[in-house]
């Protein structure tokens, strides 16, 4: 499975971005899909994730009622909306899937810089 990453950008405080990351090589309809990021000198984190049915969804803290995960498996796409940005939000972003959809990450994608300035 291959993942590409996309979307991110330089934005303003307050607007809104919509990552994609869509699979090759396999379909990805039943695999859990997550989102994650890292900052500069930072670790990387968990922002998000979805079941491989899309019925649950999970969020770091910092993200919750901003950010929106969704996943339209006709397209192999899992998609990040992240409204109201800060430039706390700025980071990395990287896309990975779950073949076993139990929140074990075993592809990852190459990242996707999103920027937030004040």
């Known amino acids: 499975v291959q993942l590409q990453a996309s979307g991110g950008g330089l934005v303003q405080a307050g607007d809104s971005l919509r990552l994609a990351c869509t699979a090759s090589g396999r379909t990805v309809s039943y695999y859990g899909m997550g989102w994650f990021r890292q900052a500069p000198g930072k670790e990387r984190e968990f922002v998000a994730a979805?079941?491989?049915?899309?019925?649950?969804?999970r969020y770091t803290d910092s993200v919750k009622g901003r950010f929106i995960i969704f996943r339209v498996n006709a397209k192999n796409t899992v998609y990040l909306q992240m409204n109201s940005l800060t430039p706390e939000d700025t980071a990395v972003y990287y896309c990975?899937?779950?073949?076993?959809?139990?929140?074990?990450?075993?592809?990852w994608g190459q990242g996707t810089q999103v920027t937030v300035s004040s």
């Open positions: 990975a899937a779950d073949p076993s959809d139990s929140l074990r990450w075993s592809y």
């Open positions: 979805i079941s491989g049915n899309g019925v649950s969804t």
